[in-house]
C-alpha cells in the first residue's frame, strides 16, 4: 500500500479519536450545568444530552447524506462555500458585541455632537 493512504488512515483515526474524547468531555459539562442550577434533574440532563448528541451526529450525517444526493442527481452545491459562510458566521458571532459597541459609540458620538 501506498504510504498516503497509511497517513490519511491515520490522520482520519485521529480525528475521529478527537471527536470523541470532544464529545465525551462536553456533554457532562452541559448536563452538570443544567443539574447544579436545579433547572433539571440528573435524569432530565442525560436525556437530553443524549438526544442531543445523537441528533448532532445525525445532523452532520445529513449534510453528508445531503452532498451526495446533489452531487448524483446534478444540484449544484458547494462546499467551499459553506465553508467560508461558516466561518464568517463564527467570527461574525466572536466579534458581534465588539462591533455593536463600536457602532453604539459611533452613533452616540455622532448624535451628541449635532452632526
Known amino acids: 500500500m501506498d504510504a498516503s493512504i497509511w497517513l ?3 490522520v ?3 480525528v475521529l479519536t478527537a471527536e470523541f474524547i ?3 468531555t462536553d456533554a457532562p459539562n ?3 450545568t443544567v443539574v447544579a442550577t436545579s433547572t433539571l434533574s440528573v435524569r432530565g440532563a ?3 444530552a443524549v438526544i442531543c448528541n445523537i441528533l448532532g451526529a445525525l445532523s452532520g450525517t445529513a449534510v453528508v447524506a445531503w452532498s451526495s444526493f446533489a452531487a448524483s442527481v446534478g444540484i449544484p452545491t458547494s462546499e467551499s462555500h459553506a465553508l467560508i459562510a461558516g466561518l464568517a458566521g463564527a467570527g461574525l458571532a466572536t ?4 462591533i455593536l ?3 453604539a459609540r459611533a452613533v452616540t458620538t455622532f448624535v451628541l455632537r449635532g452632526e
Do not use: D
Open 95 to 98: 466579534a458581534t458585541h465588539q
Open 22 to 24: 470532544n464529545g465525551w
Open 46 to 48: 442525560v436525556t437530553l
Open 101 to 103: 459597541s463600536e457602532a
Open 12 to 14: 482520519l483515526v485521529l
Open 30 to 32: 452541559a448536563i452538570a
Open 8 to 10: 490519511i488512515g491515520l
